[in-house]
């Protein structure tokens, strides 16, 4: 198979507004043609046996369409597909507007291609001339053939009359071995979770969405709901494992469409997404908080199949916000907050975030607080999160201010 026969177009960008990057999102649908679809047709073709020549695809100059597909069948006997390159209307294309997704497989006999295009190709604009295929005449005598193309988009059949009127026939054991086929890959679904959160009015927040998916990517589409009066969907960006499938394979032809409430993806991955190589951090979602009240809201993800992952988002007043351990409010956790614990305690001195000096989280500012910091500190206690966030934890403990 080769892979990115035409470099592949990247639409995987941070994208806000009512209307998402790149192609009109869903795809149209295959069959019953229309103006969604190219409609493509192949021309007939003359050759002298044993020499190379070239048939021409073409597209139908009424069709724009944002993607197109075509199965190419010759007789085995008499022609072998060597090989395909961009028509005129197709490098006019190219020059206008820079690469595209592609992808094809060739066995010699049938030829496979698929195009994705980040800009809608319109065949009055750039010509109707879309794809040159190369070929070998191998007929051992002088006749007729007749080649298939069917547009898998439109589900359009066409058929071109090839001409051997002379020429010298190849020796049969001198003819080019055909492209091997490609091995088959299995198909896979994207399969997600999405974990709950914290949120804090009038910030951003962060939604991790990672793949579970045991077998291969090969394309995926998913959806992503939120509660349009409490979050904003703002962007969708590559994770950790899907930036590392870009970096070792290249960009990969995406849609992203977004409303504000919801946030449609389709994703064609040429080289099959395999989380065993790359990971299964998929894409972070990032959301305005536009809730004006704290509470607590849903994100749903819904996956290929319909089935749902939904996280829970806490969402808290930004005044709430607070970094547990910094009792005297300098931005940072350490010994000095724990004198200041000792001193609120046993002096009387202030403590203007009573959260913040509650290091332990049990409702109360005691002498456990200043040991739970010492022990965090210095080794036995859990880590210090050195970020401000809210108090998920009941309790009647509140901040005059709060240092974030």
């Avoid at 044993?50 to 075509?70: H, L, Y």
């Avoid at 939904?310 to 808290?316: E, G, K, S």
Wanted: glycine share 10%; with cysteine.
């Amino acid at each position: 198979m080769r892979r990115l026969a035409i470099t592949m177009f990247l639409c995987l960008v941070a994208t806000s507004g009512a209307q998402g990057q790149g192609i009109p999102f869903p795809l149209p649908p295959i069959g019953g043609g229309g103006p969604n679809t190219l409609d493509l047709t192949i021309a007939d073709a003359t050759s002298d046996l044993g020499v190379p020549f070239q048939m021409v695809i073409s597209a139908d100059s009424v069709g724009i369409a944002s993607q197109a597909s075509f199965t190419l069948n010759v007789a085995p006997a008499d022609i072998l597909i060597t090989g395909w390159n961009p028509g005129a209307g197709l490098a006019a294309y190219l020059a206008a507007n820079g690469p595209i997704g592609c992808d094809d497989s060739n066995t010699g006999s049938a030829l496979n291609a698929f195009f994705f295009f980040g800009v809608p190709y319109d065949a009055a604009v750039y010509g109707d001339e879309f794809v040159v295929v190369d070929c070998l005449a191998i007929a051992q005598q002088v006749g007729t053939s007749t080649a298939t193309l069917t547009d898998t988009m439109s589900g359009l059949v066409s058929t071109a009359t090839v001409n051997f009127p002379g020429g010298t026939p190849i020796d049969p054991s001198q003819i080019p071995q055909p492209p091997q086929p490609p091995l088959p890959v299995p198909m896979g679904f994207g399969d997600y979770t999405i974990a709950d959160a914290t949120a804090t009015i009038g910030q951003p927040v962060s939604l991790p969405v990672d793949v579970t998916s045991t077998m291969p990517l090969v394309l995926t589409m998913f959806t992503v709901t939120v509660d349009p009066t409490q979050l904003s969907i703002s962007s969708i960006d590559p994770g950790a494992g899907l930036s590392a499938y870009i970096a070792a394979n290249g960009p990969i032809p995406c849609d992203i469409t977004m409303g504000g409430s919801q946030a449609v993806v389709f994703m064609l991955f040429l080289v099959p997404f395999d989380t065993a190589l790359y990971g299964t951090d998929f894409v972070n979602i990032t959301c305005d908080v536009v809730a004006t009240t704290p509470g607590s809201t849903q994100v749903t993800v819904l996956n290929d199949v319909g089935q749902a992952s939904i996280a829970d988002v806490t969402i808290a007043a930004a005044g709430d916000s607070f970094l547990r351990g910094d009792s005297n409010l300098d931005g940072a956790c350490n010994i000095a907050d724990a004198i200041n614990m000792l001193n609120f305690l046993f002096n009387n001195g202030p403590m203007l975030c009573m959260d913040a000096g509650d290091m332990n989280d049990d409702g109360g500012v005691n002498i456990a607080d200043p040991l739970a910091l010492l022990l965090s500190m210095f080794g036995g206690g859990p880590p210090i999160v050195e970020t401000c966030g809210p108090d998920l934890s009941p309790d009647t403990l509140d901040c005059q201010v709060t240092g974030c």
